[in-house]
């Protein structure tokens, strides 16, 4: 199983500023198939991010991603009051698919 | 529009079972991977199996294997799973998604489960 783990825990800061999220992997993610989702409350998760670094339909282009093999990264820039949210890494490259455990991201 | 709803939640004790479904529409089902996506209260996402588009092909995380089973009747466009031998660690909301390959695009509301007596 290739354990996903997410850091910080919760990130505060402030509108406008920029926020990166980071997210390890224990095993290289082949293909760098790697997706970040944003989950708000009492909501069902979306995507942003796929294999790694592409932009989900709809996106803005304030959230990027980069990364590869063990490391990745969640950019969010010029952050607006709505991108606060817990926002979870996964690798759907191997079974079982994993999740990391999640940044929460407060503005 | 692409949805997905979920049906079948509720509170069942421990040992027993329970049936989710889910129904899809505004895209088409029979080219999608179908998974079943769970959140514990206060957790985060849990993976739990997935269906191949034919069906040919089921995975399933560990601690759910020989107690849970995916299906799929793509004539329905809808996606099943069989919750058996419920515990109390398996109360969660559980989120039918769907996806191109093994990628989730999109994602139900959620149905929650309760194990309790």
């Known amino acids: 199983e290739n354990v996903l783990t997410q850091f910080p825990g919760t990130l505060s800061v402030s509108p406008g500023e920029r926020a990166t999220l980071s997210c390890r992997a224990s095993h290289s993610v082949g293909s760098n198939f790697l997706a970040w989702y944003q989950q708000k409350p009492g909501q069902a998760p979306t995507l942003l991010i796929y294999g790694a670094s592409n932009r989900a339909t709809g996106i803005p282009d304030r959230f990027s991603g980069s990364g590869s093999a063990t490391d990745f990264s969640l950019t969010i820039n010029r952050l607006e009051p709505e991108d606060s949210a817990v926002y979870y890494c996964q690798q759907y490259a191997a079974s079982p698919l994993t999740f990391g455990g999640g940044t929460k991201v407060e503005i | 529009e692409v949805q997905l709803v979920e049906s079948g939640g509720g509170l069942v004790q421990p040992g027993g079972s329970l049936r989710l479904s889910c129904a899809a529409s505004?895209?088409?089902?029979?080219?999608?991977?179908m998974n079943w996506v769970r959140q514990a209260p206060g957790k985060g996402l849990e993976w739990v199996a997935n269906?191949?588009?034919?069906?040919?092909?089921?995975n399933y995380v560990d601690s759910v294997k020989g107690r849970f089973t995916i299906s799929r009747d793509n004539a329905k466009s809808s996606v099943y799973l069989r919750l058996n031998d419920l515990r109390a660690d398996d109360t969660a909301v559980y989120y039918c998604?769907?996806?191109?390959?093994?990628?989730?695009?999109?994602w139900g509301q959620g149905a929650p489960v309760t194990v309790s007596s």
């Open positions: 505004g895209f088409t089902f029979s080219t999608y991977w």
């Open positions: 998604a769907g996806g191109n390959g093994w990628l989730i695009l999109t």
């Open positions: 269906v191949k588009q034919d069906g040919s092909e089921t």
